[in-house]
Nanobody, 128 residues
Framework: QVRLVESGGDSVQAGGSLRLSCEFS????????MGWFRQAPGKEREGVAA????????NYADSVKGRFTISRDNAKNTVYLQMNSAKPEDTAMYYC?????????????????????WGQGTQVTVSS
């Protein structure tokens, strides 16, 4: 059974940086899409970044392009989200998710409906 555990959430000043980690246990194939999502109070969950566990293709929401980077360390069973130039609007609960359906995408989607396994979330607060 696959389990995802996020960590690294914290409070940071605008313009600062933060790195979120998603450690997974259980077998995940390299063709699996891994994604980062976030949800702010009163707002819908939105996709932030996604990538295949293997390969180098990545997908980013327009709001974070050029600021956030999704990466993975397969030796550590961990997917990261590096957040640079943080903005107050980045404040949200951040979730890691995996698409274990076996679907093959040209590029991993940012729609939460495609992801069936979720972590418990880690809180990020960016103050101005």
């Amino acid at each position: 059974q696959v389990r995802l555990v996020e960590s690294g959430g914290d409070s940071v000043q605008a313009g600062g940086s933060l790195r979120l980690s998603c450690e997974f246990s259980g077998y995940i194939h390299s063709t699996t899409c891994m994604g980062w999502f976030r949800q702010a109070p009163g707002k819908e969950r939105e996709g932030v970044a996604a990538r295949y566990l293997g390969g180098d293709f990545t997908n980013y929401a327009d709001s974070v392009k050029g600021r956030f980077t999704i990466s993975r360390d397969n030796a550590k069973n961990t997917v990261y989200l590096q957040m640079n130039s943080a903005k107050p609007e980045d404040t949200a609960m951040y979730y890691c998710a995996a698409d274990l359906s076996g679907s093959r995408w040209s590029i991993c989607p940012l729609s939460s409906q495609h992801f069936g396994v979720w972590g418990q979330g880690t809180q990020v607060t960016v103050s101005s």
